[in-house]
């Protein structure tokens, strides 16, 4: 067995705050447990579409600026719990309400086209 002193490499998390520049439609929430520059993200505001009162989608626009591939600026839409059983009279308001969804979705969508073409939006 050596005596000779052993020494061994540890990788240890180093941290200290890192100044970043915020885009204007950033809500300015931001995680303060970022492990790495990589899990830096911007998002907007949460926009609940619930036409009818019944929620169906949450979006809001998102930019990872450090990701390793994609950085551009994108619309996070998460979709609700729409499964179940429904009467004739269900389903048609189901419709009526996916509609009224899908116009809200687009106006995003044209939020977002607009900051891609250099706007503020």
Sequence with gaps: MSTEPRTAVVNIFVTKPLQIDEPSWCAGEHDQRA?????????GPEHVIAPGGREMFKAFLTQA??????????????????????????????????EAAAEQLRALGRQLAEILAGGTA
Aim: aromatic share 6%; with cysteine.
């Design 65 to 98: 600026p450090f990701a390793t591939r994609d950085r551009t600026v994108g619309l996070y839409v998460e979709v609700a719990d729409l499964t179940g059983t429904c009467t004739p009279d269900e389903v048609e308001q189901l419709a009526t309400d996916l």
């Design 35 to 43: 492990g790495y520059k990589v899990d830096i993200s911007h998002d």
